[in-house]
């Protein structure tokens, strides 16, 4: 009653004062005058949302542990902005406890209508999931790896003698061992990837390494089998859902490689005591087989002399043709490398082409001088050592960097700054070679970095990198531990490194012996690390690189911590979760790099004036809420990232055109920036903005010649959605040109439309809700510009006009995604194109097609195009409310045509009413590559048109034949659909339901 009183009355008070006051002001007045009803409103809405996250993360940790499912996406987000608001909940409360009175109210009253609007928020956000909060874990029956070819009679052997341990014998552990860089894990690869050809059993890969803890084998695990544990502390509860989860798979290997200690089995959910589960170890040592209670062990030997001296030859290659006496002294080299495979082919490739007898001679000379390197696996380290000092070895004295090393060895040795078998992405290498200026300057950062891939790509040539395809083809490399081994060695005396990577580190190593006085570099990376205490600060002033990044807990760094690294040039705290960047950062002037990307909880930069060397300031997915002040001083810097500071207000008029040594910009898209500050950048080689229209696009790109820009992904017109934007990873290299038009109107008047002046070569083209287009969308490209025989990715969304998209050639176009286009028709005009026949480009390099909300499209219009989707990798079609048929088959001789799609993997339809099939009628889809296939909510579907195999490899004729007769394709892991469907569907031979049923996901 009081609370109403005082409202009323702080509204008299308002309207008294009339126009004198801001609306702005009057309503912060008046919400003072009702302050305490808000806050304990605020209070009650606390914890009502409080109270429900607390039932839904125990409702979800029960079905996460019960039934392995896995929390939706949109959930565990609510959870954690849930968690976030809380605290600034809690801070607030803190703050009013300690302020009070009216200028107190004054100042906090819109701060507390702000958090209110967010609870409300949240608890609207909690009806929209309710009752819906997992999904079904996304189990992958395994990956399959690049493997070189076996070599010698005894790893032959051992592959089958496993293969029979496994598949036929069905022995529960098996353990390989022998000596670092002899081949245990070529072999265990070998058999991982036969058991994922021949047979139906899951296959789990994780490389356990020196530095291993429990909790990180148990996440490894846990990703794998695809369930989440990361949320859970106790070591046996996490091992107790492992269990749990493994037991509900049927057959399942889990291959651990490269242990070198005992693990406790139960502690990862005993998976060789559970039904059909079988392990798979590989050690260094007999005893630890033992320890862990192998029932077969086998011992991986090296090479005997022939075998080692057959397999160097082939590596040099039959363009080193080496004399009689030569080759005398290059079997003595081959010797030297004791049988080990590692040796053998990391020294042969470094001494490919070099035929003359006292090069062969040197190099035995040296390698049986070679002293101080020591321990187990002495000798390969001796044969890596050579390959080291081998490296580029012509070079002038000026291709010498710091320390005495070359480029190519000096890459090398940076390489051992990352976790033991890790895999280390190659753009991400290439940018840390220019900020460290290893690399020779070049006039543009793009020649530099190239410089930098080639110079991995002689690595991997010479054997001391691995090419490593996880994340994308030959996009990653990742060292030997025998190398890695070799590289620390060198650089725990000079260059002096100190590397702490990747080992679960919980608590900061702050003592005297991590940090000498002479250190350079200290690699932190990949740790638990959560605090660093306040008051610590190293003591090294020579110290130049601090690597930090992804310790993902790491909340606090003091102030003072930086005070003694006067020497400092780079500091990587990415992925971290630290709120402030410390004060002491401010006086480093010799500070070249700063890269907090992916900080989301960064709120505050101190002032940046004096770091005038600073060249690469990367801010991307921070929260910041204005550019760091001090920053109109930072006149050399060479690299802007500002990608995804969602919060940031403003870049302040006039900043921009103080870089003029810029060479990559990476601007928020709802920041608009004046052209003509980017204009002024004249070293401008990437780009990533948002611009207002076509003309500014023309102005910005239009000179492009004169400020050299190579790349560039740019939206043009209206911000929308940015996760909409660009299908270009806001971490990685801008490496090509990526144009989105959204809200543009496309025509200038008279029904002419506006042309781009500079897109001839643009490979990645997005139209969202953009009027001025015509019926056939290809029709436009030319007369804006585009160039369609370049284009690789094609989005087009809510353009209202277009009814067909291609009527000519699209020889490049790897990727098209059609959205919530109501007037759509078809991909193809079949008239315009005339078929047949169909042009030879026309989708000859398409990999993904996705069309989603068209509901006027009956047919795809790709039938008499099936010749060329040679390259189709995966077919997506939902929501779409009249489409009937996917893809048209014309029968042959009165019998149904075969669908041959050799290189789809995937297969997802889902809520499409009105189809009636997926090929026509009588039809099969020939797929053997297939993987995944999803239906849902396609009642009418009554046949899936999987094309069977015999066991002799012929197809399967009209007439029956008897059920051990017949395989499906065989690289189909599921089939995830609805049970009233399936149960429906009609068969050509009864026993085709059968041989599928144990790959279906309801």
């Known amino acids: ?20 006051l801001s609306p702005h002001v009057v309503n912060l007045v008046v919400s003072c005058f009702g302050f305490s009803a808000n806050v304990e409103s605020l209070q009650e809405k606390s914890k009502r949302v409080m109270d429900i996250a607390a039932d839904v993360e125990k409702e979800v940790n029960e079905l996460e542990i019960s039934q392995g499912k896995v929390r939706k996406t949109e959930v565990a987000s609510w959870l954690d902005k849930v968690r976030r608001i809380n605290i600034e909940f809690v801070n607030l409360q803190r703050d009013l406890l300690q302020e009070n009175g009216f200028m107190s109210r004054f100042s906090r009253g819109g701060r507390v209508e702000e958090l209110s609007s967010r609870f409300d928020e949240l608890l609207q956000q909690h009806k929209d999931f309710r009752g819906s909060l997992v999904l079904d874990a996304e189990r992958t029956k395994g990956e399959p790896f690049v493997t070189t070819c076996l070599f010698g009679d005894a790893f032959a ?22 000596m670092g860089g002899v081949g245990k894990t070529t072999l265990a690869k070998h058999i991982n990837n036969l058991l994922l050809e021949r047979t139906e059993y899951h296959v789990f890969w994780v490389t356990v390494s020196q530095d291993f803890s429990i909790n990180k084998l148990q996440d490894d695990i846990a990703r794998f089998i695809g369930l989440k544990i990361s949320d859970k502390n106790d070591v046996v509860e996490r091992a107790a859902m492992l269990k749990r989860a493994l037991s509900r798979m049927n057959d399942f290997v889990l291959i651990l490689d490269d242990v070198w200690k005992e693990i406790d089995l139960e502690k990862v959910g005993s998976p060789h005591l559970l039904k059909g589960g079988r392990l798979i170890i590989t050690a260094r040592s007999l005893d630890l087989c033992h320890q862990m209670s192998c029932r077969e062990k086998i011992e991986v030997l090296t090479l005997c002399p022939d075998e080692a001296w057959n397999l160097f030859k082939e590596i040099l290659g039959e363009e080193t043709t080496l004399a009689p006496e030569v080759e005398r002294i290059a079997k003595s080299v081959a010797k030297e490398c004791d049988g080990l495979p590692l040796g053998i082919v990391t020294l042969a490739t470094s001494m490919k082409g070099a035929t003359q007898i006292y090069i ?32 580029d070895p012509n070079y002038n004295s000026e291709d010498k960097c710091r320390n005495g090393y070359t480029k190519l060895q000096h ?13 280390i992405y190659r753009n991400e290498l290439s940018n840390r070679f220019i900020s460290e200026k290893i690399i020779d300057k070049k006039e543009t950062r793009g020649e530099e970095f190239d410089q930098g891939l080639i110079i991995l790509n002689k690595l991997v040539n010479v054997g001391l990198l691995e090419s490593t ?16 081994d070799m590289a620390l060695h060198i650089t725990s005396e000079n260059p002096k490194f100190k590397v702490l990577a990747g080992i679960s580190l919980k608590k900061f190593p702050f003592q005297g012996e991590y940090w000498p006085e002479d250190l350079e570099k200290m690699s932190l990376m990949y740790n638990d690390i959560r605090e660093i205490p306040e008051g610590t600060s190293p003591n090294c002033p020579k110290l130049s690189t601090l690597l930090l990044n992804n310790n993902q807990g790491l909340t606090f760094i003091p102030d003072s911590f930086f005070s003694l690294m006067c020497g400092l040039t780079i500091i990587d705290l990415s992925y971290t979760s630290i709120y402030v960047l410390p004060n002491s950062i401010c006086d480093l002037e010799s500070l070249n790099t700063i890269s907090v990307q992916c900080c989301d909880n960064l709120v505050f930069v101190p002032n940046l004036g004096k770091l005038k060397a600073l060249k690469e300031l990367d801010l991307t997915y921070t929260e910041i809420e204005e550019v760091p002040q001090g920053m109109e001083n930072l ?29 990559c910009l990476r601007l928020p898209v709802h920041v608009q920036v004046a052209v003509e500050e980017i204009e002024s950048l004249k070293q401008l080689e990437k780009l990533s903005c948002r611009v207002k229209d ?5 102005r910005v790109i239009g000179q492009s010649s004169e400020r050299n820009i190579t790349s560039f992904d740019i939206i043009i017109g209206a911000d929308y959605m940015e996760e909409l934007t660009s299908q270009i990873d806001p971490s990685s290299e801008i490496d090509c040109k990526c144009i989105i038009m959204s809200g543009c109107s496309l025509e200038e008047g008279e029904g002419n439309q506006v042309s781009l002046v500079d897109a001839q070569d643009i490979q990645h083209l997005e139209f969202y809700s953009c009027e001025g287009l015509s019926n056939c969308f290809s029709d436009d490209l030319q007369q804006l510009g585009f160039t369609p025989s370049c284009i690789k990715t094609l989005a087009i969304n809510n353009c209202e006009e277009i009814e067909f998209i291609v009527n000519c050639e699209f020889s490049s176009l790897e990727h098209i995604r ?20 169909p042009p030879i480009d026309l989708f000859s390099s398409l990999k993904k097609l996705t069309i989603y909300e068209c509901h006027k499209i009956k047919k795809l219009g790709l039938g008499l195009l099936l010749g060329n989707l040679q390259n189709l990798e995966s077919i997506g079609v939902s929501e779409c409310h009249e489409i009937e048929e996917i893809i048209q088959v014309v029968a042959v001789e009165g019998r149904g045509g075969v669908v041959s799609l050799p290189k789809l993997k995937e297969l997802s339809l889902w809520n499409l009413p009105k189809l009636k099939s997926i090929c026509s009628e009588e039809a099969k889809m020939c797929c053997n590559s297939i993987e995944e296939i999803t239906i849902g909510g396609c009642p009418e579907v009554k046949k899936l048109p999987l094309l069977f195999i015999r066991s002799s490899n012929s197809v399967e004729e009209e007439d029956s034949h008897h059920s051990s007769s017949y395989s499906p394709p065989p690289n189909l892991m599921s089939i995830q659909t609805e049970e009233n469907w399936w149960e429906s569907l009609e068969w050509d031979h009864p026993t085709h339901k059968h041989l599928l049923q144990p790959l279906l996901k309801l």
């Open 469 to 484: 395809h996880s994340y994308k083809e030959h996009d990653g490399v990742k060292m030997h531990d025998l190398v890695r």
């Open 157 to 178: 052997k051992n592959v089958e003698r496993i293969w029979k341990y496994l598949v036929i014998d069905k022995i529960q552990i098996i353990g390989i061992y022998g």
């Open 694 to 698: 076509v003309y500014d696009f023309n």
């Open 411 to 423: 890459c090398l040795l940076y390489c051992s700054l990352y976790p033991e078998d890790f895999k």
């Open 635 to 663: 006149e050399n810097l060479k690299y802007l990232c500002l990608h995804y500071t969602s919060k940031l207000k403003m870049i302040p008029k006039g900043l921009l055109p103080r870089f003029q040594h810029l060479q």
């Open 360 to 391: 062969w001679r040197h190099a035995l000379a040296e390698l049986r001088g070679y002293h101080g390197i020591t321990g187990m696996n002495e000798k390969v380290l001796r044969v890596l050592k050579y390959s080291f000092d081998r490296l």
């Open 818 to 837: 059609l959205e919530c286009l109501q007037n759509l028709m078809g991909v193809v005009d079949d008239v315009a194109v005339g078929l047949p026949p």
């Open 1 to 20: 009653m009081i609370s109403s009183l005082l409202l009323e009355l702080g509204k008299s008070v308002c309207r008294s004062l009339g126009g004198a």
